[in-house]
């Protein structure tokens, strides 16, 4: 083989070998946040990365490719369960944006696109000006909330640094963060592929869930 040819054939054998390494991590990764309920992407792809003794960075998978992972780990291992899950979850979530419809809610994270499981909470945005109206309402209600904040990237120049609650009902956990009342019109950008989020109203998850429940009456039929 000539030098070119061993020059060529060493750069694939590398690229297979990273490709194989990032597939590892992004199954691993997955495994870590379905059994173990990390939620945040880079912890579960440092622990991963540490399990498996893996130091290049050329291997670490982007977050999509651990969300699609999580997905292929929940079809094969969970299954049955992690679907109860998601749909007790949806159904609250329903409420939960009748709830708060002064706030024009939505829903948002892996309650949305499917990757809940048993120890995902339900995660909404509300719009308000008013930075005492959220926790006005939730004491109005009688709802204790924990006050916290959660920082969200409103487009690739800026990030905000949202108010937020988390409260229990139902047996389940919500988060809440709270936008300007102009944020509904544009969903901050996603932590996973950094394009605006997927969000939901009211309307769009009711749709949603009676898509899913046509969809289960067919497999059952």
Known sequence: MSGTGQHVHAHLHAQTRTRERRQRLAAEAARLMAEGGIRDFQQAKRKAAQRLGIRDDASLPRNREIEDA?????????GAS???ELRRRRDAALRALAFFQPFEPRLVGCVLDGTADAHSPITLHLHSDDPDAVPRWLDE?????????????L???RDYEAPAWRFAAEGLSF???VL??????QAPLSGVDARPMPRASLAQLRALLAEDEIARDHAGG
């Open 175 to 177: 988060d809440v963060s």
């Open 141 to 153: 209600h009688g709802i204790p909330a924990q006050s916290r904040s959660h920082r969200l990237r």
């Open 155 to 157: 487009d690739h120049k």
């Open 82 to 84: 992690q679907q109860a």
């Open 70 to 78: 999580l997905r292929e780990y929940q079809r094969l291992f969970v």
């Open 180 to 185: 300007p009342a102009d944020g509904v019109r």
